[in-house]
């Protein structure tokens, strides 16, 4: 499975070259995720009102091209790996075919207060499913 984001870059994400700022990147790959799980079935703040969290322990972006300021870009997102303790997401971000990003983010799955945990059943399910 697949999702796709699309936004419009807003002047407060480009740098002083007019060019996307490299710490929007993982902006939108949230953006991402969270309409990935959303189309799954599930949005995020469901989880966390279970006790469930993902934290980002690890983000890759390889950047292929720039975006600009008032340009539509997509963000294709999907899950690459799903197990009891952790999750992969890969992404391409697009402007009209171009590719200008790939990334990946790992997460762990965390607990209300920050303690590993491990997903539950019906969860783990939800994204292996995807």
Not at 54 to 72: C, G, M, T, W
Not at 98 to 104: D, K, P
């Amino acid at each position: 499975m697949e999702s796709l984001t699309e936004l419009r870059v807003r002047y407060a994400e480009t740098d002083a070259m007019g060019i996307v700022h490299h710490a929007t990147y993982p902006v939108w790959m949230e953006l991402g995720r969270s309409d990935f799980l959303r189309e799954l079935g599930q949005s995020y703040a469901e989880w966390e009102l279970r006790g469930v969290r993902l934290v980002v322990n690890e983000i890759q972006v390889k950047f292929r091209s720039p975006a600009h300021y008032d340009e539509l870009v997509q963000v294709r997102t999907s899950l690459r790996e799903a197990g009891r303790r952790r999750l992969i997401f890969a992404y391409r971000i697009e402007r009209a075919g171009v590719l200008l990003a790939e990334a990946e983010s790992t997460h762990l799955v965390a607990s209300s207060d920050n303690r590993a945990r491990v997903l539950p059943d019906d969860l783990l399910a939800l994204v292996q499913k995807a």
